[in-house]
Structures are given as C-alpha cells and as structure tokens.
Antibody, heavy 120, light 107 residues
Framework: QVQLVQSGAGVKKPGASLNVSCRAS????????IHWVRQAPGQGLEWMGW????????NYAQNFQGRVTMTRDKSISTAYMELTRLRSDDTAVYYC?????????????WGQGTMVTVSS | EIVLTQSPATLSLSPGERATLSCRAS??????LVWYQQKPGQAPRLLIY???NRATGFPARFSGSGSGTDFTLTISSLEPEDFAVYYC?????????FGQGTRLEIK
C-alpha cells in the first residue's frame, strides 16, 4: 500500500543536528512532492518546507531558513530532513507528508511521525 | 503570512449531534482550504480539500463549505469515532499555514 515510513525517535542535545528519513513505497516517488511538518507537544501543525523528489528543488519556510536542509535519494525512494543548531523549542514530532497534486496542495499520505526531544 | 483562526477551540457535543467548526483566514484564500482530522498519537488525515471535496475514506456526514475568508466544516451527526482534533490549512500563499485546531470532545 501507499505509505511513508520515517526513521525512529531520538534525543538530541541543544546545538546538535537532527536527521529524519522518510521512505516512500507503493507509488512513484518522484511524482509527488514531499513536505515536512512538525508538531510541538500539545500544539498545532507547522509547515517546514518541501522537496521535489524528481529535481531535488526545495522551498523552505522562512522560520527555518538557514537551519533546514531537505534532500532525497531517488534510488531508494527516500527523503531526508536535516535541522541544525537545535534548541529546546525544536522538541516536536516531525512528519513527512505527500502532496497529492502539486507543490502546495493537500497532504494525502503522512508518515507515522518521528518524535525528537531536544534536551541537555 | 496568512493567519487561520479556528473556532471554537473546543467543542463539546454528544454522539448524534451536529458539529459546526469554523476557520477564518486573515485574507482571501479563494477555495484553497484543506481540513485534516487528527486523533491522539496519530498523524493528521486528509479530510477535505479545495474547501468542499471530501477525501477518500470519509463518509458523507462530513462536509466542507466556504470561500474567500470564511470556511466551515460540518459533521451532520456525530459518531464516536469523529471525536478528534480538526485542523484547517491554507495553500493559497506561501508559507503554507495551519489553524490552531478545534478539539471536538464528547460531552
């Protein structure tokens, strides 16, 4: 079936970097943009940016410019999100999600989420 | 950026009742409005796109309406599995933004 499977949870120290992977299966990976969305504990959803798996092109939210990098490996249908210089307020569940029609549309398939805790 | 304001923050209703959730945008998003349902410990699930189109897997008791700045998600007769948090999202302009959510709880 169509799914996105993310890498596991982790604890990071302030100032460190986090790397989350998102492996797609059941559909043509390069045909759909992948977005990253995060959710702090008990809070709402925050869009971080997208990557075009075909071209590698990216678009990042202003809030994360300079700290986030989204990449992909077409050979293994996997997208990656790296966030650097972590702070305590980066503690959140990080989701990847498939854009079902373009680069700014609705997200029809979501990964299971990756919980990242930033703590010294 | 476009701010989405959802109301109420919490809605307490009983099964069988009608639920009306609101999402207001700080500027027009035309019909580029999406609704998601999120249950505890789960990822959000696409519910409505283009303001009024129901996504696969959701029954007809869910409906969306509105355009411009005012949008409504209606659940005609609540079932126990409908109690969750609902988020709206706009895709009209960058950055993509979400509302803060409405928690629909059992009364």
């Amino acid at each position: 079936q169509v799914q996105l499977v993310q890498s596991g949870a982790g604890v990071k120290k302030p100032g460190a970097s986090l790397n989350v992977s998102c492996r797609a299966s059941g559909y043509t990976f390069i045909a759909y943009y992948i977005h990253w969305v995060r959710q702090a504990p008990g809070q709402g959803l925050e869009w971080m940016g997208w990557i075009n798996p075909n071209t590698g092109g990216t678009n990042y939210a202003q809030n994360f410019q300079g700290r986030v990098t989204m990449t992909r490996d077409k050979s293994i249908s996997t997208a990656y999100m790296e966030l650097t210089r972590l702070r305590s307020d980066d503690t959140a569940v990080y989701y990847c999600a498939r854009d079902f029609r373009g680069s700014a549309d609705a997200f029809d398939i979501w990964g299971q989420g990756t919980m990242v805790t930033v703590s010294s | 950026e476009i701010v989405l304001t959802q109301s109420p923050a919490t809605l307490s209703l009983s099964p069988g009742e009608r639920a009306t959730l609101s999402c207001r945008a700080s500027q027009s998003v035309r019909t580029s409005l999406v609704w998601y349902q999120q249950k505890p410990g789960q990822a959000p699930r696409l519910l409505i796109y283009d303001a009024s189109n129901r996504a696969t897997g959701f029954p007809a008791r869910f409906s969306g309406s509105g355009s411009g700045t005012d949008f409504t998600l209606t659940i005609s007769s609540l079932e126990p599995e409908d109690f969750a948090v609902y988020y709206c999202q706009q895709r009209s302009d960058w950055p993509i933004t979400f509302g803060q959510g409405t928690r629909l709880e059992i009364k």
